[in-house]
C-alpha cells in the first residue's frame, strides 16, 4: 500500500531533505526510522528537494509497504515516530493514498516564504535572514507583479541544474510587512533549484534602489543567472504549503 507522510522540519543542521553521502539529510533519517519500526526496508520519495538549510512548514513524502496500517496503528506510528526523532521533525500524519498518487509529480501547487527580519533577533537567527537598513517594500511589490507576467525563469536557476525546462507557471508572488518583519510569498506549480533565493535576493537590489525596474526586466529576458541578484540564505527561506487534486490523494491535504 502507498501512504503519505505529512511533517515539517527545521532545516538548520540538515544538508537538505535528499540523502547523500557523508551527510545527514531528512530523508535518511526518516527512512531509516521508518524501516526499523516497520520491519521492512523503506524507501521515501519526497516532494521536492529542499537545499541545506531550508525548512518546511508542510512537507510530504510517500512509502510504499506490505502492510495495511489503518487508521489506530498509523497514528501509533507517528506517535512513535515523534517519540524517536530530533525535536526539529515532526511528523503530523500519515495516511493512505491511491497507489498512483505521488507526492512530486501529483503535486499541483508549491508555496514557499521568505523570512526577512530588520532588526537582529536571537529567536529569529535560524529561521529568518537579518537585513540592516530600510526596505522600498512598494517597489519590490511592483518587481514581484513583473516577475509573474514571465514564465521563463532561467535567470534565477542555478546553473548546474539538469531539468528539462526552465518554465514555471506562477499564482503568486508579493511581499507583506508587520512590524519588524518582512515576508516573501511565491505560488507556482513547479520551481527550479535556488529559484526562490535567486528571486529574493534581486528583489531586494529592487528595495535597496541596487536595481530599476527596467534593469528587472533586461535580467529576466537575459535568461542568464549571473545578471540577476545574489541568492540570499537558505535560513529564512520555508515550503509552506503543497496541494494535490482532490482525485489524487485524500481531500484531507487537497484543502
Not at 518587481?143 to 507576467?149: D, F, T
Amino acid at each position: 500500500m502507498r501512504y503519505f507522510i505529512l511533517l515539517s522540519y527545521d532545516g538548520t543542521r540538515y544538508h537538505g531533505w535528499q540523502a547523500q553521502k557523508n551527510a545527514i539529510s531528512i530523508q535518511k533519517i526518516l527512512a531509516d526510522a521508518l524501516s526499523m519500526m516497520l520491519r521492512e526496508d523503506i524507501s521515501l520519495t519526497g516532494c521536492g528537494r529542499t537545499d541545506s538549510g531550508v525548512h518546511a512548514r508542510e512537507y510530504y513524502a510517500h512509502m510504499d509497504i506490505e502492510k495495511d496500517l489503518g487508521k489506530i496503528q498509523a497514528g501509533k506510528l507517528v506517535f512513535k515516530l515523534n517519540s524517536y526523532l530530533g525535536k526539529d521533525i515532526a511528523i503530523q500524519k500519515i495516511f493512505p493514498v491511491k497507489p498512483d498518487a505521488h507526492t512530486r509529480f501529483s503535486a499541483i501547487l508549491r508555496t514557499y516564504k521568505y523570512f526577512i527580519t530588520l532588526v537582529k533577533d536571537p529567536f529569529l537567527f535560524n529561521q529568518s535572514y537579518y537585513h540592516f537598513g530600510p526596505l522600498d517594500i512598494d517597489m519590490m511589490n511592483r518587481g514581484a507583479e513583473l516577475i509573474m507576467k514571465y514564465s521563463d525563469f532561467t535567470s534565477f536557476s542555478k546553473v548546474d541544474s539538469d531539468t528539462k525546462t526552465k518554465i514555471c507557471k506562477l499564482t503568486e508572488a508579493r511581499w507583506e510587512r508587520s512590524g519588524d518583519l518582512v515576508v516573501f510569498t511565491i505560488s507556482a506549480d513547479r520551481f527550479l533549484r535556488n529559484m526562490v533565493r535567486a528571486i529574493v535576493g534581486t528583489l531586494l537590489d529592487l528595495g535597496t534602489g541596487k536595481m530599476s525596474l527596467r534593469e528587472l526586466k533586461l535580467v529576466i529576458e537575459a535568461k542568464n543567472r549571473s545578471d540577476a541578484g545574489d541568492s540570499v540564505p537558505a535560513c529564512g527561506l520555508f515550503l509552506y504549503k503543497v496541494r494535490y487534486p482532490e482525485d489524487i490523494v485524500s481531500s484531507e491535504i487537497a484543502k
